[in-house]
């Protein structure tokens, strides 16, 4: 039941008491600030009344609370006639007066301008004659993260205000990788051009890393903060991209019916515009819900480490009961490497949700076994490639892979280690957060290093 | 005495339209005039008020709206609107209905008279 006159010293006041009270009241999920207001409105009413029958302050406010009825009745009451704040709501348009209200106004205004810019630039190219269309494609490809993350990034500067330095290291890297993309004279649909479309996003996600961090890239909770904001924008332009689907199909259909062919508009605007402004707005998105809705990556994670784990057991035993050995055949390395990025997701979102002080538990061998059985699996891998890696040459393909591979293997080995060591008490949980965190920038710079170096030295085939 | 509790619930929407019928009013002076008007004998736990308004607006029978006490803190006030108006005509009628048929039977039967009942506990 209701104590007032706990917690804080400075209750004895009425209006210490008071203050109490409505703390107490706003943890109540159904009952909101407004509604807040107007109980405290009825209290002091009554407590004034009873004040002015004769009860001292500390009677009136004792008497005037009895009165206000059990607090989980009235909540129950208020749940019931308010089911919709049961479930987090996300209010972009913020009514708590904690945060201004101009402050919500202009950052919703900074970030639909943004977006719009992020749709229109991607159209810009056309006016110096290339075209959305199967022969452009590849240009569009190469260099998308040129169009948006630049923007993405500005959103992050002007939100977190980051010193000039900063935001000139990171015009600075953006500039370089224009200046590349422009010097480069890539070779239509060669292995160079492939990998650079895969790999010049995640070496410029970096700087948007950078600019989410916000002045808190150096520590170690910056960085995971990023890493869940990655997780929560790939889950939200998912959905987006899944609204977008739909609405492209209602387009087309509708347009259809007045015997109009709305495909060109479709795919020469809403198309790319929409897939590049989503990042801005899911980032948005992201941003303003983080502390409203449960993340969804580690919810994901949990679902599906199980899942992951119990095929790549149930895979390998396969593999030792019938002795067949792994197939290699082009592509093998990167079915592999695909492996071990999905389970150093698995990894990462189920560090990301979990708290440090918990002790081991069940979860946690689960980590360990998929760790482990997907380290056995890419060293059987890795040894048949080993073995006829002359064979098949080095194309750009597969050093490629192969780097990535010894990147990911790297973070994988040791954080199986960090993982056993903890579940034996030898080391903190701690440790293995900070590896993952401090590992962050290797991803980015072998793909940096994939964009920047192997076109020169595959004679940009 | 106390009242049944689902009378009260049933009463409690007309005596709130009844008593904002009769001018502009707020949480606390509502509870007030209720309890005039029972002369004391209708006690509701004051909390339990506000979800009731909150339906009532929300059902478009009155509307809030903000504003400032004598003092100077915020303050929401109510008012009935038209729609309310005619919810208060219809639930004014019905519980004539009721009342009507009761009186008719009241002289008809012998009934305990009140000190037979046990004393039931009573609120704070």
């Keep these: 039941m209701l104590k007032p006159t706990t917690e804080a010293g400075s209750s004895d006041s009425l209006e210490g008491q008071i203050e109490q009270w409505r703390i107490y009241l706003r943890r109540r999920q159904a009952i909101v600030p407004v509604d807040v207001e107007e109980l405290e409105d009825h209290l002091r009413g009554e407590v004034a009344a009873l004040r002015g029958a004769g009860l001292s302050e500390d009677e009136a406010f004792l008497v005037a609370v009895k009165r206000m009825g059990a607090l989980d009745a009235i909540s129950n009451e208020f749940a019931r006639e308010h089911s919709e704040r049961l479930w987090k709501q996300l209010v972009i348009a913020s009514t708590d007066t904690a945060q201004p209200v ?53 959103y992050f500067v002007w939100k977190r205000r980051l010193s000039k330095r900063t935001w000139a ?20 649909r060669s292995d160079t051009e492939t990998l650079t479309a895969l790999h010049l996003p995640i070496a410029l996600w970096l700087p948007v890393g950078i600019a989410y961090a916000g002045g ?91 899942l992951f784990a119990l095929t790549l057991v149930a895979f390998l035993g396969t593999m030792v009961w019938t002795g067949r050995g792994i197939d290699i055949e082009r592509n093998a390395l990167i079915a592999f490497d695909l492996l071990l990025v999905l389970v150093l997701g698995l990894l990462l979102y189920s560090i990301s949700a979990r708290d440090p002080q918990a002790r ?60 056993v060591r903890f579940l034996r008490g030898r080391g903190p949980f701690a440790s293995l957060e900070r590896w993952q965190t401090a590992y962050l920038p290797a991803y980015s710079v072998w793909a940096a290093i994939v964009v920047v170096g192997f076109p020169p030295v595959f004679g940009f085939d | 005495m106390d009242i049944n509790k689902d009378l009260v619930a049933a009463s409690a929407a007309p005596l709130v339209l009844a008593i904002l019928a009769e001018g502009d009013s707020y949480g606390y002076a509502i509870l007030k005039r209720v309890s005039e008007l029972s002369g004391g004998e209708l006690q509701w736990t004051d909390g339990m008020l506000y ?58 039967i012998s009934l305990p008279t009140r000190s037979a009942f046990s004393p039931l506990p009573s609120h704070a």
């Design chain 1, 102 to 154: 101009d402050k919500v106004r202009t950052e919703t205004i900074i970030v639909f301008a943004l977006a719009m810019v992020a749709a229109l630039a991607v159209k810009v190219p056309e006016l110096f004659g290339l075209e959305w269309a199967a022969r452009d494609m590849p240009f569009y490809m190469r260099n998308f993260s040129l169009f948006v993350f630049p923007l993405l990034t500005g």
């Design chain 1, 169 to 188: 290291w990171l015009a600075l890297a953006f500039a370089a990788a224009v200046v590349l993309a422009k010097v480069y004279t890539i070779e239509t």
């Design chain 1, 216 to 306: 808190r890239w150096g520590e170690s909770a910056g960085r995971m903060d990023f890493v869940r904001f990655s997780g929560e924008l790939f889950i939200y332009y998912a959905l987006i991209a899944l609204g977008g689907g739909v609405l492209i199909a209602f387009t087309m259909g509708m347009f259809k019916a007045i015997a109009i062919d709305a495909e060109p508009v479709v795919q020469d605007w809403l198309l790319p515009c929409g897939m590049l402004g989503a990042v801005i707005v899911g980032s948005w998105l992201v941003e303003a819900k983080q502390s409203v809705i449960e993340n969804m990556a580690p919810v994901l994670t949990r679902l599906f480490t199980p």
């Design chain 1, 360 to 419: 081991p538990g069940a979860f946690d061998l689960l980590l360990v076994l998929l760790l482990v059985s997907a380290l056995v699996a890419d060293a059987f891998a890795l040894a048949a490639i080993g073995a006829r890696i002359s064979e098949f040459g080095f194309t750009p393909n597969r050093v490629a892979a192969l780097g990535e591979n010894v990147v990911l293997l790297g973070n994988l080995g040791w954080s199986t280690v960090l993982y």
């Design chain 2, 51 to 108: 979800p009731v308004l909150h339906r009532l607006e929300r059902q478009g029978h009155i509307k809030g709206k903000w504003g400032a006490s004598e003092t100077g803190r915020k303050r929401k006030y109510y008012h009935v609107t038209a729609r309310g108006r005619g919810q208060l005509a219809e639930q004014c009628q019905q519980w004539r209905m009721v009342d009507a048929a009761l009186r008719n039977i009241w002289p008809a």
